[in-house]
């Protein structure tokens, strides 16, 4: 059972509780700076906003959270199923000794007012969700914050105009409570939602803990700890997994250059490992794991070697990135495959039906050109090459794509004259970049 030591009601008014408590929902306000432009916002945004500004002391700041999924500052929602909205916002006064402070207010009679503020102990506010991780069919408000060296997850409900901490100060490194389309997750399959925390002690053994809200308090379910070491869990996803499957799934670092996936699912309330062994996923390179395609299924990434590379020492190769699902028993099942250059400018993504029957030329040069060529005939399906201006200035308009350019050089792609208009190559969404994985 997980209970707070901070005291569980806050009434309206000002309160100092561990973590922060912010709002999302229907209605969005993001950047103040968008806020100020009419055609971007509508008049109700703006009175909110407006309002939210004179609530807010005046040398204070509104402040967002780290988390890339949702950075909007004000948020609003029917937190207590009463029909009546609640907006909530974070803010901060540097000057002060508690930084971080958040406010909610409750739109009245075609305006808002401030039922509570409280303070929020942490130096940043790493994330915050609403949705229902009690299952009584209200939103509640699921926070993250950094303090020192640690982060800490709490949730509130707001009911009445009181403001309840069910759930204080869990410590974490990674948190999933929601899959890639924002929704809470039910990994147990008994129509509750339940969530993940996934927290590393110092010597790198992680330890993995399934929780759900049972008779009036969160209680931990089942918890796995890794017989294994990992430096970082840098990524964290909860989703399908393999066809009709939820679950969640695991990027970690083993050290500085390599990394693996964990996939997870829960049978009969305990935490089952997909794969038998790390080395199922493992590879020399940091790697994103998602939903590649847009079937709704989460991959992850190895890193393989084309045809003819296998005796160039590491550092001298090119590389398929190869993304896979976890098959629903022991092995997996191909999905796509890219080709990216090493400074990470582009990733390429190759025709899924070229796997395993094209290679990289070996007398292609680095962020110069390369050749893709069918294994069997030598037959060239495609090229990237790296242009100046001036040479772009003379190749543009034919047979050459534009993929990127740098502060010098144009980079491009074509494809044979077989293979034109079948959409033999595409530029990633940049799922993997590494500027991602690195904020």
């Given at each position: 059972m997980?209970?707070?030591?901070?005291?569980?009601?806050?009434a309206?008014?000002s309160?100092?509780?561990l973590?922060g408590?912010?709002l999302s929902?229907c209605?969005?306000?993001?950047?103040?700076?968008?806020?100020m432009?009419p055609?971007?916002?509508?008049t109700?945004?703006?009175k909110?906003?407006?309002?939210?500004?004179?609530?807010t002391p005046?040398?204070?700041?509104?402040?967002?959270?780290?988390?890339m999924?949702?950075?909007?500052?004000?948020?609003?929602e029917?937190l207590?199923?009463?029909?009546i909205?609640?907006a909530?916002v974070?803010?901060?006064?540097?000057?002060?000794?508690?930084?971080?402070?958040?406010?909610?207010?409750?739109?009245?009679?075609?305006?808002?007012?401030?039922?509570?503020t409280?303070d929020?102990?942490g130096?940043?506010?790493?994330?915050?969700?609403?949705?229902?991780?009690?299952?009584?069919g209200n939103?509640?408000?699921?926070?993250?914050?950094s303090?020192?060296?640690q982060?800490?997850?709490?949730?509130?409900?707001?009911?009445?105009?009181?403001?309840?901490?069910?759930l204080?100060?869990?410590?974490?490194?990674?948190?999933?409570i929601?899959d890639?389309?924002?929704?809470?997750?039910?990994?147990?399959?008994d129509?509750?939602?339940?969530?993940?925390?996934?927290?590393?002690?110092?010597?790198?053994?992680?330890?993995?803990?399934?929780?759900?809200?049972?008779d009036?308090?969160?209680?931990?379910?089942?918890k796995?700890?890794?017989?294994?070491t990992?430096?970082?869990v840098?990524?964290?996803?909860?989703?399908?997994?393999?066809?009709?499957k939820?679950?969640?799934?695991?990027d970690?670092?083993?050290?500085?250059?390599?990394?693996?996936?964990?996939i997870m699912?829960?049978?009969?309330?305990k935490?089952?490992?997909?794969?038998k062994?790390?080395?199922?996923t493992y590879?020399?390179d940091k790697?994103?794991s998602?939903?590649?395609?847009?079937?709704?299924?989460?991959?992850f990434?190895?890193?393989?070697?084309?045809?003819?590379?296998?005796?160039?020492?590491?550092?001298?190769?090119?590389?398929f990135?190869?993304?896979?699902q976890?098959?629903?028993?022991?092995?997996?099942k191909?999905?796509?495959f890219?080709?990216?250059?090493?400074?990470d400018?582009?990733?390429?993504?190759?025709?899924?039906?070229?796997?395993?029957?094209i290679?990289?030329?070996?007398k292609?040069?680095?962020?110069?050109?390369?050749?893709?060529?069918?294994?069997?005939?030598?037959?060239t399906?495609?090229?990237?090459?790296?242009?100046?201006?001036?040479?772009?200035?003379l190749?543009?308009?034919?047979?050459w794509?534009?993929i990127?350019?740098t502060?010098?050089?144009?980079?491009?792609?074509?494809?044979?004259?077989?293979?034109?208009?079948?959409?033999?190559l595409s530029?990633?969404?940049?799922?993997?970049?590494?500027e991602?994985?690195?904020?």
């Amino acid at each position: 059972m997980l209970n707070s030591r901070w005291g569980r009601c806050v009434a309206a008014g000002s309160m100092a509780v561990l973590l922060g408590a912010v709002l999302s929902g229907c209605t969005v306000i993001s950047d103040p700076k968008l806020l100020m432009k009419p055609p971007m916002m509508s008049t109700d945004k703006e009175k909110l906003y407006n309002i939210v500004q004179k609530e807010t002391p005046p040398e204070s700041k509104l402040i967002r959270p780290k988390d890339m999924s949702n950075t909007s500052m004000i948020r609003v929602e029917d937190l207590n199923g009463d029909g009546i909205r609640e907006a909530s916002v974070f803010y901060e006064t540097p000057n002060e000794n508690v930084r971080i402070h958040g406010m909610i207010l409750e739109e009245q009679g075609g305006s808002w007012v401030k039922k509570l503020t409280f303070d929020v102990p942490g130096n940043e506010l790493e994330s915050f969700k609403v949705m229902d991780i009690t299952n009584d069919g209200n939103p509640d408000i699921v926070v993250g914050v950094s303090l020192q060296d640690q982060k800490a997850l709490t949730a509130y409900s707001y009911k009445g105009g009181v403001l309840e901490q069910v759930l204080g100060g869990v410590p974490y490194n990674q948190v999933i409570i929601d899959d890639m389309q924002g929704d809470a997750l039910d990994l147990s399959g008994d129509g509750k939602s339940d969530f993940v925390v996934v927290s590393l002690n110092a010597s790198g053994f992680a330890t993995i803990a399934l929780y759900q809200y049972q008779d009036d308090s969160f209680k931990e379910i089942d918890k796995v700890v890794t017989d294994y070491t990992v430096k970082e869990v840098y990524n964290a996803l909860g989703g399908e997994i393999t066809d009709g499957k939820m679950g969640i799934v695991l990027d970690a670092d083993l050290d500085d250059r390599s990394s693996f996936t964990q996939i997870m699912y829960v049978q009969d309330n305990k935490l089952v490992s997909a794969f038998k062994s790390p080395d199922q996923t493992y590879r020399d390179d940091k790697i994103l794991s998602g939903d590649v395609n847009n079937d709704g299924i989460i991959e992850f990434g190895l890193k393989e070697t084309p045809k003819g590379w296998e005796h160039y020492v590491f550092d001298s190769r090119m590389w398929f990135y190869t993304f896979y699902q976890w098959d629903g028993k022991e092995g997996k099942k191909f999905v796509s495959f890219q080709f990216r250059d090493d400074a990470d400018l582009f990733h390429l993504n190759l025709k899924p039906e070229w796997y395993g029957k094209i290679t990289i030329d070996t007398k292609s040069e680095k962020e110069k050109y390369i050749r893709f060529k069918m294994i069997k005939t030598d037959e060239t399906v495609a090229e990237v090459k790296y242009f100046t201006f001036s040479q772009w200035d003379l190749e543009k308009g034919k047979s050459w794509k534009e993929i990127t350019r740098t502060k010098d050089r144009v980079i491009a792609s074509r494809v044979a004259q077989a293979e034109a208009g079948k959409d033999a190559l595409s530029k990633t969404s940049q799922l993997n970049r590494k500027e991602e994985l690195n904020e």
